[in-house]
């Protein structure tokens, strides 16, 4: 368990790092009114490598083990870096980061740009509140399915490739969303639709418990990518170029800082109260994940 540890740690900081520079390389290559489409299509490539991955991890793990499957994800992160060395782009050898004053102080610049606008302060504190909820959910579920339910490790891994197709149609559908109801009421939807998806998953234990609990699976996995383009695009529209990597960094710390919280909170009270009490929980904290947009009236947002 020491050495699962400390891998996850190392895994962890550089998915933060890798995550909040691809987050601000996008504007740097694209203009604006491709930013929308460009997300969208990011998304459905990262839904697609989800449900590839769910479905090889959990049909590894019930042939060879899970050693052998995390094995095969180290060489699956080696591919992935070697591929970005034939990254080229002029705007990308050019481009310098202006105002930058030190760690302490782009923390402090990235912390003070976010407190002056009232919509990166909505969309950070929904992200944080929201991760939270998935958080409480994934724990919460993977107790009910392996304990409660029974189900195999291909199984569950199946359900999760449902998630991962619905963040393709979700992530096809996101710019059309937007262009409809506004990046702002798009957000706040998909919040108000990823509640009563978690909601599905807390009666999953009658005769079609795979159905429903993959019904909610896909629910969320749609609702999910039509938020995080949206707010991804918002974020992208109203920061700078040049303090975008640390308003995100603002934004990815919070959501980091309450992942770990409501892991625990979702397996201790899985363990100790009842996994499917939990999953309500998280689907009242991700509704609520939706008052700090309301209070910011993000609503009628900006369009694509």
Avoid at 90 to 107: E, H, N, W
């Amino acid at each position: 368990m020491q050495v699962l540890y400390g891998v996850v740690v190392l895994v962890q900081t550089q998915t933060v790092v890798n995550d909040l520079a691809s987050a601000s390389l996008v504007p740097k290559v694209l203009p604006t009114e491709m930013l929308a489409a460009s997300n969208s299509a990011l998304s459905v490539n990262s839904s697609v490598a989800g449900i590839a991955g769910n479905g090889l991890g959990g049909g590894l793990v019930q042939l060879a083990g899970a050693s052998l499957a995390v094995a095969v994800d180290a060489v699956s992160y080696a591919v992935s870096g070697t591929l970005l060395l034939f990254l080229r782009s002029p705007s990308l050898r050019t481009a310098r980061v202006r105002g930058r004053r030190g760690i302490v102080g782009d923390i402090k610049s990235g912390l003070a740009y976010v407190r002056q606008d009232r919509v990166l302060v909505a969309l950070c504190l929904t992200s944080g509140i929201g991760a939270l909820a998935v958080a409480i959910r994934d724990a919460s579920l993977v107790l009910a399915l392996v304990r409660d339910l029974h189900f195999s490790p291909a199984l569950v891994g199946l359900l999760a490739m449902l998630a991962g197709l619905g963040g393709v149609i979700g992530g096809l559908l996101a710019s059309r969303v937007a262009k409809r109801l506004g990046f702002g009421r798009s957000v706040l939807w998909a919040i108000v639709v990823s509640a009563p998806a978690i909601g599905l998953l807390t009666s999953p234990f009658g005769v079609a418990a795979p159905l429903v609990v993959g019904l909610g699976q896909f629910i969320a996995g749609a609702s999910g990518a039509v938020y995080t383009i949206g707010q991804l695009t918002m974020r992208q529209l109203v920061t700078p170029p040049d303090m975008l990597g640390r308003v995100n960094a603002v934004r990815r710390f919070l959501v980091y800082a309450m992942l770990p919280v409501g892991g625990l909170v979702g397996g201790f009270g899985g363990v100790h109260v009842e996994s499917r009490a939990m999953l309500g929980v998280a689907a009242v904290v991700m509704l609520a994940s939706v008052l700090p947009l309301l209070a910011a009236d993000v609503r009628p947002g900006a369009r694509p």
